[in-house]
Structure formats: C-alpha cells, structure tokens
C-alpha cells in the first residue's frame, strides 16, 4: 500500500500564488503517473494535472493550463503543484493521487479511477 501525504493549501487572494506538495511513501520514484484532482462543493471530482514518471510529459486541463505547473522530484518520492495566478473559480479541495502502473498519455489517463492511491485533500481557498 502506498500512503500520499498533503501539504499547502489554505487561503490565498486572486491573482495569488499556492505550492502544494505530495510525499509518497513509495521513495524513491514516488510512483508511476503522478496527479492532482480536485472537488468543489456540489461538483463531481475533476481532473488537474498529470505527470509521467520520468517528468518528461505533462498533462493539464484546459482550466488551469497556462496558470498551474505539475513537476516531480523521484529521490525524494515527491509530486508538486505550483499553482498562479490564481482564479476564485479554483477553490476547491485538491487531491493528489498516483497509479500503480503506467498510464496512456491520452484523454483517457485522465480518469480518476486509474488512480489507486490519494491524499487525503487538502482546502483551497481563493478569494476575490
């Protein structure tokens, strides 16, 4: 069993800057597809960003693109999320997540339930 652990989070003002990190107990590597989803209140779970095992391909939705950055540090087991330019439409809780296996770099990758192993969540709060 893998265990992810969270940090980061919390609030930040439109326009702001948010880092969060997720330590995976599976050192070094952290894993093989490294994620992040999230969950806004009333809403299903959405796809964030994804990073390949060796950090080379990355995967964002058409939301965040441009504003957010996925990357990975496999010595230290370790999958990032540096967030800018931060949008009220971002508040949500944010999940990181990672497979067991390699994932297609396709459409398809994107579901949440290839993922295994998840966070526990941590709160993002952006106000305007």
């Known amino acids: 069993q893998v265990q992810l652990v969270e940090s980061g989070g919390g609030l930040v003002q439109a326009g702001g800057s948010l880092s969060l990190s997720c330590l995976s107990s599976?050192?070094?590597?952290?894993?093989?597809?490294g994620a992040w989803f999230r969950r806004s209140p009333g809403k299903e779970r959405s796809f964030v960003a994804r990073?390949?095992?060796?950090?080379?391909?990355?995967v964002y939705s058409d939301s965040v693109k441009g504003r957010f950055t996925i990357s990975r540090d496999n010595a230290k087991g370790t999958v990032y999320l540096e967030m800018n330019s931060l949008k009220a439409e971002d508040t949500a809780v944010y999940y990181c997540?990672?497979?067991?296996?390699?994932?297609?770099?396709?459409?398809?990758?994107?579901?949440?339930?290839?993922?295994?192993?998840w966070g526990q969540g941590t709160q993002v709060t952006v106000s305007s």
């Open positions: 990073i390949s095992r060796d950090g080379s391909r990355t």
């Open positions: 599976r050192r070094p590597a952290y894993g093989y597809e």
């Open positions: 997540a990672a497979s067991d296996g390699a994932v297609t770099a396709g459409p398809g990758g994107n579901n949440w339930k290839l993922y295994r192993h």
